[in-house]
């Protein structure tokens, strides 16, 4: 497969994957390393965090559901505990309201509120915003200095959050990869910097040569 090939094909199932709002898409392996999946090998958290994450957002969706019932569209993205709301609630009280709700669920150690009061969006803007994170796990893809799945990314009208457990210089590389992306209005960077230390010590041992 020629490498054009695999960066068309891993942006197609990037796309795929969140076009279909799945909670958990399958893994894609490229390179050897899995791209697109929520449990992965090259994952910076815990596995026990990866789990945490998991139930976060499904009890989130859930108590978000009973208490605002059909008003709003609100998406819940959790990274290592650290919950990321985005979309469109109807106003101020019930912006205020998800972001309380959420912080009960067990687990939760910070809250991002990025809702925005308004209409919900379009499909035409949904769809919109897929294709923007696609574009931008692609590029990320690309970069040879970046191990783009240690980044989640997460696109509402035009705006690109950036979530991970990160170094600083892995966090300004991905955000200039991301302002140069096309259809990115606007980057928020909602990541947890760790060292250069402590990102040694994450990544897997060398394969030994034979």
């Known amino acids: 497969m020629t490498y054009p090939t695999q960066r068309l094909m891993t942006l ?5 994957c969140l076009g279909a709002s799945l909670t958990a898409c399958v893994p894609m392996v490229m390179g050897g390393a899995a791209v697109g999946g929520s449990l992965v090998a090259t994952d ?5 965090a990866q789990l945490e994450d998991e139930g976060i957002e499904l009890r989130s969706a859930s108590r978000i ?6 008003r709003g569209h609100v998406n819940v993205t959790s990274y290592n505990r650290r919950v990321l709301l985005t979309g469109e609630v109807p106003s101020a009280q019930d912006r205020q ?6 912080s009960r669920v067990e687990n939760v150690q910070l809250v991002v509120n990025e809702l925005a009061v308004l209409g919900n969006a379009t499909l ?3 769809s ?13 893809v690309d ?14 009208r035009g705006t ?3 979530m991970g457990r990160v170094t600083q210089r892995e966090a300004d590389r991905a955000t200039d990869i991301t302002r140069s992306t096309s259809g990115v209005q606007k980057v928020v960077r909602v990541f947890e910097i760790i060292s250069e230390d402590e990102l040694r010590n994450l990544l897997p041992p060398p394969a030994p040569k034979k």
């Open 97 to 102: 309201l998800v972001e309380q709700v959420v």
């Open 12 to 16: 197609l199932a990037l796309t795929a």
């Open 128 to 140: 919109s915003d897929t294709l923007v994170t696609g574009r931008v796990k692609a590029a990320m």
């Open 124 to 126: 035409t803007q949904r």
């Open 143 to 156: 970069a040879k200095d970046l191990f783009a799945n240690s980044f989640k990314v997460v696109t509402e």
């Open 65 to 70: 559901r009973d208490n605002l019932g059909d």
């Open 160 to 162: 690109v959050y950036l």
């Open 44 to 48: 910076r958290r815990t596995s026990g």
